[in-house]
């Protein structure tokens, strides 16, 4: 979300006499905290009850993926989350005056992009995009939903994924990156991760070397028993939608 304003598409939308929002499901008061910390640049909105996205899907705008997030189980902090209708999955819509769709684009959930956690548009495309439909006469057809945008990250193999959590949690046991776990940012404890999870393989990979095989084999059997129900649950935890499944 910083993009859009550090690329100035804000600015430039602000000046043409319109509004940049980032809706989410959280409760509006947190929705506010993250406009707050988060530095954006834009204005946030909570829509717990999904009533935003409902319109938008009601008027044949944008149709976005929801999910069900089982914090507790995934080692998230339950006391937090409040989805009374699950959360939903990223999506970008843009309105000229006079309701015509501009840009719309919907992340489709799935093990590359982390279930729907990363992979988004990026603010030069978007600009781009809807400059183009601003160039075409008032009374053109809406924009159709752009399934091949310029994204702001590669895709993200799964496994590396899912060693990052073990990493975030100490090897112990998968541990999500939510926004209240403790005095680091999520950002900060990602990267802090990474450094772990580089200093884990490079020991794994000197056990190998300097001890006898079968301990080495031993240990990491031991480590996998230890931390498989954890990774069990990520895998079923994170949302993985079908090419051809479309929103509830």
């Known amino acids: 979300m910083r993009g859009y304003t550090q690329e100035g598409v804000t600015e430039a939308i602000r000046a043409a006499g319109g509004e940049i929002y980032a809706v989410t499901s959280e409760p509006h008061s947190l929705a506010r905290d993250a406009e ?11 829509d717990p009850h999904q009533e935003i996205e409902a319109t938008c899907r009601e008027r044949g705008w944008l149709a976005l993926f ?11 902090h339950a006391d937090w989350l409040s989805h009374p209708k699950g959360y939903y999955q990223p999506g970008v819509l843009v309105l000229g005056r006079e309701g015509r769709v501009l840009y719309r684009w919907r992340s489709r959930p799935s093990r590359s992009n982390t279930g729907g956690a ?11 995009a809807v400059q183009a439909e601003l160039a ?13 945008p310029t994204l702001d990250s590669p895709p993200t193999p799964w496994p590396l994924f899912v060693l990052l959590l073990l990493a ?22 990602i990267r802090r991760a990474q ?17 006898p095989g079968w301990l080495v ?7 996998a028993i230890k931390v498989g129900p954890g990774v069990r649950d990520i895998h079923r935890g994170f949302q993985n939608v079908g090419p051809d499944e479309e929103p509830d």
């Open 217 to 223: 084999a031993l240990a990491f059997a031991a480590w």
């Open 36 to 46: 707050a910390d988060w530095e954006t640049g834009l204005t946030h909105v909570g």
């Open 66 to 76: 929801t999910h069900h997030w089982d914090g507790d189980r995934l080692g998230a």
């Open 195 to 211: 450094k772990r999870m580089a200093v884990f393989v490079v020991a794994w990979i000197a056990a190998a070397w300097l001890l």
């Open 118 to 128: 990363t992979g988004r548009p990026t603010a030069a495309h978007v600009w781009s």
């Open 168 to 189: 975030n949690g100490w090897f112990l046991k998968p541990q999500t990156f939510d926004h209240f776990g403790g005095e680091f940012t999520s950002f900060e404890r």
């Open 136 to 148: 075409k006469p008032a009374d053109a057809p809406d924009a159709p939903p752009d399934d091949d």
